[in-house]
């Protein structure tokens, strides 16, 4: 479904990414891994059109999309949740929701495509005339990946969508990606709590300074690499594997 060969990307004069290569097969979550400024955001942001690789290509349902407008990435069926939720605060729940659904929006199926988050999000309905800015921060998490649904996405991209929440949420925030998963949804998941993404993931990427230094199974991951020298430094345990 998804397929990134040699992307490179940068901010400026500093160099991001160095060559990142991942494919995701329809109906698999893949994880991707690793600490802080290791590139994970910015691999997201260059597939979603966010930021325009310096060089690369990515491929999507057999068509390369590289360096397309964001806009035009979602109506092709890839949805990105960023980091920060980034909802529009100032305008409701509702409003939000229509936003998300703006590339495939049908006056008859707008209202299921609502009764289907509202399913997902129960609090979404309670809080629909209200403003994002006023919801919790797990409240607005779950408007950020339920707006991101709202598009129908074949692909959806979750970055980072645990960071900041209680230990009960994130096993709200979980529990709710294993839903989308067994409903068949392909996901992409950049997570910095490797253990929980592990338990989920039917495959992993380890990043390291803009470089994938892993790739395999869950279980190859925790019998072939030290997750502590990919998140505290050093080398060992880093021989790649492939699958």
């Known amino acids: 479904m998804l397929t990134v060969n040699d992307l490179h990307a940068s901010y400026g004069a500093i160099k991001a990414l160095h060559g990142v290569s991942l494919e995701v097969e329809e109906g698999e979550l893949v994880a991707l891994l690793g600490t802080n400024g290791a590139g994970k955001s910015t691999t997201l942001k260059s597939i979603s059109g966010v930021l325009r690789p310096l060089a690369g290509t990515v491929r999507f349902l057999g068509d390369e999309i590289t360096g397309r407008k964001p806009e035009a990435i979602v109506k092709k069926g890839l949805s990105l949740v960023p980091e920060g939720r980034d909802i529009f605060g100032s305008l409701t729940v509702a409003e939000n929701l229509r936003l998300g659904a703006f590339s495939s929006y049908e006056r008859n199926r707008y209202q299921e495509d609502l009764e289907e988050q509202f399913a997902l999000f129960p609090i979404l309905k309670e809080r629909f005339n209200q403003p994002g800015g006023q919801l919790s921060g797990g409240e607005q998490q779950q408007l950020a990946i339920a707006r991101a649904l709202m598009s129908r996405p074949k692909l959806l991209m979750l970055d980072e969508p645990s960071l900041g929440l209680s230990p009960a949420l994130v096993d709200q925030i979980f529990a709710l990606i294993e839903t989308l998963r067994d409903r068949g ?13 592990l338990e989920i ?17 869950p279980q190859q991951l925790e019998s072939e690499l030290d997750l502590a020298s990919v998140y505290f430094g050093g080398e060992e345990g880093m021989g790649e594997v492939t699958v």
């Not at 949804?185 to 490797?194: D, G, K, M, R, S």
């Not at 993931?201 to 199974?217: C, E, M």
């Open 185 to 197: 949804t392909t996901i992409l998941l950049v997570e910095q709590n490797a253990e929980r993404a």
């Open 201 to 217: 993931a039917d495959r992993a990427y380890v990043l390291k300074n803009g470089l994938i230094k892993f790739s395999g199974t």
